[in-house]
């Protein structure tokens, strides 16, 4: 079993910044690829970067030099850091990590919210 836990969304004016955190406990050593997705309001939950225990990194092409995902192994936790927030960001924030069998485990989600 392993349990998520998310951090750092808030309300930031557009071109601003946020580091998200999630931090990983249980059985954390059946996870290899953690991830970031996002749902805004009426749309289906989309994946905004990942990352393997080898530090692999993928991006959705719109987040593409803005944000940047890490993980630190050692203390069990995933970051994403973004910056030149857009409107088009907002959005619940979910932590995601990947089990030894391909299942997904789930954070309960962080809002992140870009206006002005």
């Known amino acids: 079993q392993v349990q998520l836990v998310e951090s750092g969304g808030g309300l930031v004016q557009p071109g601003g910044s946020l580091r998200l955190s999630c931090a990983a406990s249980?059985?954390?050593?059946?996870?290899?690829?953690m991830g970031w997705y996002r749902q805004a309001p009426g749309k289906q939950r989309e994946l905004v970067a990942d990352?393997?225990?080898?530090?692999?990194?993928n991006y959705e092409d719109s987040v593409k030099g803005r944000f940047t995902i890490s993980r630190d192994n050692a203390k069990n936790t995933v970051y994403l850091q973004m910056n030149s927030l857009k409107p088009e960001d907002t959005a619940v924030y979910y932590c995601?990590?990947?089990?030894?069998?391909?299942?997904?485990?789930w954070g309960q989600g962080t809002q992140v919210a870009v206006s002005t």
């Open positions: 995601d990590a990947v089990g030894a069998l391909g299942g997904h485990y």
């Open positions: 990352i393997t225990i080898g530090g692999s990194t």
């Open positions: 249980g059985s954390i050593f059946s996870i290899n690829t």
